[in-house]
Antibody
Framework: QVHLVESGGGVVQPGGSQRLSCAAS????????MHWVRQAPGKGLEWVAV????????YYGDSVKGRFTISRDNSKNTLYLQMNSLRPEDTAMYYC???????????????WGQGILVTVSS | SFDLTQPPLVSVSPGQTASITCSGD??????ACWYQQKPGQSPVLVVY???RRPSGIPERFSGSNSGNTATLTISGTQPMDEADYYC???????????FGGGTKLTVL
């Protein structure tokens, strides 16, 4: 049974930083690409970033490029999202999600965490 | 940039067939997938690589993708299928995954 649990959310001031974590269990973490996807309140899904199974390739959505960094620790079965220079429009529920394959492109996201809320406000 | 367009709302009567479209430039040359999201819940993958179903997804969910349009079809729609549905595709030119804006399916 795949299990993904996000943590690290909360309220942060504009311009501040926050690091999200996603603890994975129930599958061979080092064999799958992993994603972050967010959803602003009452809005649709927005893809944030993906990291390949070996951590060597990372891709980012245009709205977060240069501010957010995705990483993983395969020894700890954990995915991370370092968020810097946060803006009010980054306020959203952040989901970590497992890809169907190693590369993280052209397959799909077959398991999702419950999400963690990040609020950017003064 | 690569965009995916979905109708905001689709309505269907119970037992009938619902079709939700997703349009994008040369979408048929990419793989499309579909997610179902019910209120207060995380998304669930219902179709991937255009027409493949993950284990546990009912056979009434199917997909197709050709030209500029991908379609999610729900045959014999049930009240439990009422949800928001999102299409998604990988755009290799921008190295971005893109979501459609979502379609609210009402079953009434």
């Amino acid at each position: 049974q795949v299990h993904l649990v996000e943590s690290g959310g909360g309220v942060v001031q504009p311009g501040g930083s926050q690091r999200l974590s996603c603890a994975a269990s129930g599958f061979s973490f080092n064999n799958y690409a992993m994603h972050w996807v967010r959803q602003a309140p009452g809005k649709g899904l927005e893809w944030v970033a993906v990291i390949r199974s070996d951590g060597d390739k990372k891709y980012y959505g245009d709205s977060v490029k240069g501010r957010f960094t995705i990483s993983r620790d395969n020894s700890k079965n954990t995915l991370y999202l370092q968020m810097n220079s946060l803006r009010p429009e980054d306020t959203a529920m952040y989901y970590c999600a497992k890809d169907l394959a190693k590369l993280g492109i052209a397959a799909g996201l077959d398991n999702w965490g419950q999400g963690i809320l990040v609020t950017v406000s003064s | 940039s690569f965009d995916l367009t979905q109708p905001p709302l689709v309505s269907v009567s119970p037992g009938q067939t619902a079709s939700i479209t997703c349009s994008g430039d040369r979408l048929g040359s990419k793989y499309a997938c579909w997610y179902q999201q019910k209120p207060g819940q995380s998304p669930v993958l219902v179709v991937y690589q255009d027409n493949r179903r993950p284990s546990g997804i009912p056979e009434r969910f199917s997909g197709s993708n050709s030209g500029n349009t991908a379609t999610l079809t729900i045959s014999g729609t049930q009240p439990m299928d009422e949800a928001d549905y999102y299409c998604q595709a990988w755009d290799s030119s921008t190295t971005n995954w893109v979501f459609g804006g979502g379609t609210k399916l009402t079953v009434l």
